[in-house]
Antibody, heavy 122, light 108 residues
Framework: QAQLVQSGAEVKKPGASVRISCKAS????????IHWVRQAPGQSLEWVGW????????KYSQTLQGRVTITRDRSASTVYMDLSSLRSEDTAVYYC???????????????WGQGTLVTVSS | EIVLTQSPGTLSLSPGERATLSCRAS???????LVWYQQKPGQAPRLLIY???NRATGIPDRFSGSGSGTDFTLTINRLEPEDFAMYYC?????????FGQGTKVEIK
């Protein structure tokens, strides 16, 4: 069945950048978008952005626009999220999740990756 | 941006009781766009309900969703020990997705 496996935890200093990967398996990679969602400690979920793995279209949350970039490598069935100019407020668990096809009314995320903890600390 | 407000923040109930969770939107949301997730500590969220009322694959029928417009409800009948968790609603609007702040269902 569909599965998403993310890269491991990261510790970064303020101002640095981080790249997290999300490898998909068990389904046709280009048939579903991949979303990124983050969750700060003890907080709710925050949508970060998504990439259409077929045509490479992307959209980002206004909060992170300009600092986040999502890319995909179809040959490796992998999506990457880059976040730059890191701040302490970026400390969170970052999840990737497979999206549905919104053309067919599929607006949910399923399944999710296991999460990657990014800690920003001096 | 549509804001989702979930209530109550915490629900303290005993196994076997019914849980009623509310998700209110700041403006009307299509039922097609309303989704519910369950999250347990240290785990990723799990899809429960999509399109406001459709159970995802493998979700027990004690979970049900309802509502329309700005008011949506997740009901859990006969709480099982494994149902004590956080629950989040999510909506889609103009290529953006937002989540509610969550409701914690805890054991009384």
């Amino acid at each position: 069945q569909a599965q998403l496996v993310q890269s491991g935890a990261e510790v970064k200093k303020p101002g640095a950048s981080v790249r997290i990967s999300c490898k998909a398996s068990g389904y046709t990679f280009s048939s579903h978008p991949i979303h990124w969602v983050r969750q700060a400690p003890g907080q709710s979920l925050e949508w970060v952005g998504w990439v259409n793995t077929g045509n490479d279209n992307r959209k980002y949350s206004q909060t992170l626009q300009g600092r986040v970039t999502i890319t995909r490598d179809r040959s490796a069935s992998t999506v990457y999220m880059d976040l730059s100019s890191l701040r302490s407020e970026d400390t969170a668990v970052y999840y990737c999740a497979r999206g549905g096809d919104t053309r067919f009314g599929e607006y949910w995320f399923d399944p999710w990756g296991q999460g990657t903890l990014v800690t920003v600390s001096s | 941006e549509i804001v989702l407000t979930q209530s109550p923040g915490t629900l303290s109930l005993s196994p076997g009781e019914r849980a009623t969770l509310s998700c209110r939107a700041s403006q009307s949301v299509s039922s097609d766009y309303l989704v519910w997730y369950q999250q347990k500590p240290g785990q990723a969220p799990r899809l429960l309900i999509y399109g406001a009322s459709n159970r995802a694959t493998g979700i027990p029928d004690r979970f049900s969703g309802s509502g329309s417009g700005t008011d949506f409800t997740l009901t859990i009948n006969r709480l099982e020990p494994e149902d004590f968790a956080m629950y989040y609603c999510q909506q889609y609007d103009m290529s953006l997705w937002t989540f509610g702040q969550g409701t914690k269902v805890e054991i009384k």
